[in-house]
């Protein structure tokens, strides 16, 4: 964990995305740390994503999330409806594109979005005062839901409110409607999070990131 800390700092004095002075997000973290990838491929890693997706599975991006008094923001109910890619490649279902990070994101079809799981590692404890991920059980299941019709399933729905221990694990599909707090407490609330597909893309198109564990 220690190592795991020390290169999400050094990462965050080279550059990463900001808010009014304090890093509160790094995007492209399998590319830029080592150590992400390592835990991304390591054994306790793979012992929860393969009973979901099965053994051919693989990383395909990575973002630390992180709260503190000068980046303390609210996230309102929402999917997970972006991927990131190497390539603009026009395919039927696949729009509209964005760049973030100076990276090409893009909107797959929902078939794409249900095949993929996200581990969220936590690197602080993470209760419902520092900004705990809340989420409506069951909601992955609807689909991609229209923005518009969002606040109504939440209105009608049970929410939950995912707590965590420092070191803790949290398994969420990309289509799960979840929404976090601000944080009401000082201090971090770090969250590595790491989606994970496993199939390819098609008509070419390529993962922004389908890392390997770095070399020891």
């Not at 729009?95 to 893009?106: C, Q």
């Amino acid at each position: 964990m220690e190592k795991l800390l020390l290169s999400l700092e050094r990462i965050g004095q080279d550059g990463p995305v900001r808010k009014r002075g304090g890093v509160f997000a790094i995007r492209n973290l399998l590319d830029a740390s080592s150590e992400i990838r390592n835990v991304a491929h390591s054994p306790a890693v793979r012992e929860l994503v393969e009973p979901i997706l099965g053994s051919e599975f693989f990383p395909v991006r990575g973002i630390l999330f992180d709260k503190i008094p000068d980046a303390n923001w609210k996230v309102p109910w929402h999917q997970d409806v972006t991927i990131a890619v190497q390539d603009k490649v026009e395919t039927e279902g696949f729009g509209p594109w964005s760049v973030k990070a100076e990276v090409l994101h893009v909107q797959p079809p929902a078939s794409i979005l249900e095949c993929m799981l996200s581990v969220r590692l936590h690197l602080d404890d993470c209760g419902e005062e520092n900004g705990a991920l809340r989420v409506i059980p069951g909601s992955h299941k609807r689909g991609r839901i229209p923005e518009d019709q969002i606040q109504s399933i939440r209105d009608i729905s049970h929410e939950a409110v995912c707590s965590a221990k420092l070191g803790g694990a949290l398994l969420m599909r990309p289509l799960l409607l979840h929404a976090s707090s601000p944080s009401r407490i000082p201090g971090h609330r770090r969250v590595v999070h790491i989606d994970f597909a496993a199939s390819s893309l098609p008509s070419g198109m390529r993962w922004f990131s389908e890392t390997a564990p770095a070399a020891v």
